[in-house]
């Protein structure tokens, strides 16, 4: 039998006392940032989190179905202001937008957190008064800590974290990029390139190997694993233009401009395209180019942009419903749900030539 991983094994394994190690899994204050996450960080590749009631505090909440008190209850939605994710943005919004929508059918309320930082987390988590975290986007581990610490249920939408189980949910990022980039080849595109940093989330990793997966498939060469075109920064805020402004100068100097660009989402396809028409290169008769996603203003670019619908609201929706299976059944196995999306075509993408 392996021997149980103790807060003292933790201390001795990163050369901190015990004491350190538990402010640190407790969430209480006195511990710097960085040493914190070291702990967490060494706590999970010790496995101490996956001991059962390790350092999880019992803490009693209403069931669902608790009669007429139903409708006071809630879900917190935590949505950290972070990385664009806001109400606002064309994509987390919509996702928002279901998960609304599905509490209100089973009668529960949303508390939106933007909060990003624990320690001001720990304030306004209230395990009594929730039944569950739907989480959305991209959120620190640390924060996440402190739900699983109180074993409050959560599902997470567009991302997970390799030190905290929980359930997910996502669009089939694989799979919608295989497809749309074997179209590209269909249409006779032999020369592609992916455009966004693979680092960046979950999905557009997912999203890159979907698109490697689909060339290796066909027998054709796939970019460099030093490809700066794979680990642009700037993917935020759009500032990521004047590099590739560099690297579209190199090809069209050495005469290697691939034919289709494939963007890891649309805000990145609708600034390429931006780049391009500048630098007079014709979308799509010189190079096509797509996104992903299907925000509303990829409709709205010059040329319309041919992308992958993601059903944001669906996702939403999933999310709610694998909290309440999740609340109802604590003990199933974790699951992570996937969401199909498929391609939409419009006018930025061509035969090579054409």
Same mark, same amino acid.
């Given at each position: 039998?392996?021997?149980?991983?103790?807060?003292?094994?933790?201390?001795?394994?990163?050369?901190?006392?015990?004491?350190?190690?538990?402010?640190?899994?407790?969430?209480?204050?006195?511990?710097?940032?960085?040493?914190?996450?070291?702990?967490?960080?060494?706590? &999970?590749?010790?496995?101490?989190?996956?001991?059962?009631?390790?350092?999880?505090?019992?803490?009693?909440?209403?069931?669902?179905?608790?009669?007429?008190?139903?409708? #006071?209850?809630?879900?917190?939605?935590?949505?950290?202001?972070?990385?664009?994710?806001?109400?606002?943005?064309?994509?987390?919004?919509?996702?928002?937008?279901?998960?609304?929508?599905?509490?209100?059918?089973?009668?529960?309320?949303?508390?939106?957190?933007?909060?990003?930082?624990?320690?001001?987390?720990?304030?306004?988590?209230?395990?009594?008064?929730?039944?569950?975290?739907?989480?959305?986007?991209?959120?620190?581990? &640390?924060?996440?800590?402190?739900?699983?610490?109180?074993?409050?249920?959560?599902?997470?939408?567009?991302?997970?974290?390799?030190?905290?189980?929980?359930?997910?949910?996502?669009?089939?990022?694989?799979?919608?990029?295989?497809?749309?980039?074997?179209?590209?080849?269909?249409?006779?595109?032999?020369?592609?390139?992916?455009?966004?940093?693979?680092?960046?989330?979950?999905?557009?990793?997912?999203?890159?190997?979907?698109?490697?997966?689909?060339?290796?498939?066909?027998?054709?060469?796939?970019?460099?694993?030093?490809?700066?075109?794979?680990?642009?920064?700037?993917?935020?805020?759009?500032?990521?233009?004047?590099?590739?402004?560099?690297?579209?100068?190199?090809?069209?100097?050495?005469?290697?401009?691939?034919?289709?660009?494939?963007?890891?989402?649309?805000?990145?396809?609708?600034?390429?395209?931006?780049?391009?028409?500048?630098?007079?290169?014709?979308?799509?008769?010189?190079?096509?180019?797509?996104?992903?996603?299907?925000?509303?203003?990829?409709?709205?670019?010059?040329?319309?942009?041919?992308?992958?619908?993601?059903? #944001?609201?669906?996702?939403?929706?999933?999310?709610?419903? #694998?909290?309440?299976?999740?609340?109802?059944?604590? &003990?199933?196995?974790?699951? #992570?749900?996937?969401?199909?999306?498929?391609?939409?075509?419009?006018?930025?993408?061509?035969?090579?030539?054409?």
């Amino acid at each position: 039998m392996a021997k149980k991983v103790t807060m003292q094994k933790i201390a001795d394994h990163l050369g901190v006392s015990k004491f350190v190690v538990s402010k640190s899994l407790s969430g209480k204050g006195g511990v710097n940032e960085t040493t914190r996450e070291r702990v967490i960080q060494a706590a &999970s590749q010790l496995g101490y989190f996956t001991q059962k009631n390790a350092y999880v505090q019992n803490v009693k909440r209403p069931s669902p179905a608790a009669g007429s008190d139903r409708n #006071k209850q809630s879900v917190l939605v935590l949505m950290p202001n972070i990385r664009s994710q806001t109400q606002d943005s064309l994509y987390w919004g919509k996702i928002v937008d279901g998960i609304a929508l599905a509490l209100d059918q089973v009668g529960l309320g949303m508390v939106i957190v933007s909060e990003h930082r624990a320690d001001n987390f720990i304030n306004i988590l209230n395990p009594s008064g929730l039944l569950g975290l739907v989480g959305v986007g991209q959120i620190s581990t &640390s924060l996440l800590l402190e739900v699983h610490r109180i074993g409050l249920p959560m599902v997470l939408i567009d991302h997970e974290d390799p030190l905290i189980p929980s359930d997910t949910v996502f669009a089939n990022n694989i799979d919608s990029m295989t497809r749309l980039s074997n179209h590209l080849m269909g249409i006779g595109h032999t020369l592609f390139h992916f455009i966004g940093n693979i680092r960046y989330s979950r999905s557009f990793r997912d999203r890159w190997i979907g698109f490697r997966s689909a060339l290796e498939e066909n027998d054709m060469k796939t970019p460099a694993g030093d490809d700066e075109m794979l680990t642009l920064e700037g993917m935020e805020d759009g500032s990521f233009r004047d590099d590739f402004k560099l690297w579209l100068a190199k090809r069209k100097k050495a005469k290697t401009l691939p034919s289709a660009l494939v963007c890891a989402n649309d805000s990145t396809a609708l600034i390429i395209c931006e780049v391009l028409r500048e630098e007079g290169v014709a979308i799509p008769a010189d190079i096509s180019v797509t996104g992903f996603d299907n925000i509303e203003d990829a409709m709205r670019g010059i040329p319309p942009l041919t992308t992958v619908h993601v059903p #944001k609201e669906a996702m939403g929706r999933a999310a709610v419903e #694998k909290l309440m299976n999740r609340i109802q059944n604590p &003990s199933a196995p974790l699951e #992570k749900i996937l969401i199909a999306a498929d391609i939409v075509h419009r006018d930025s993408v061509a035969g090579p030539g054409k």
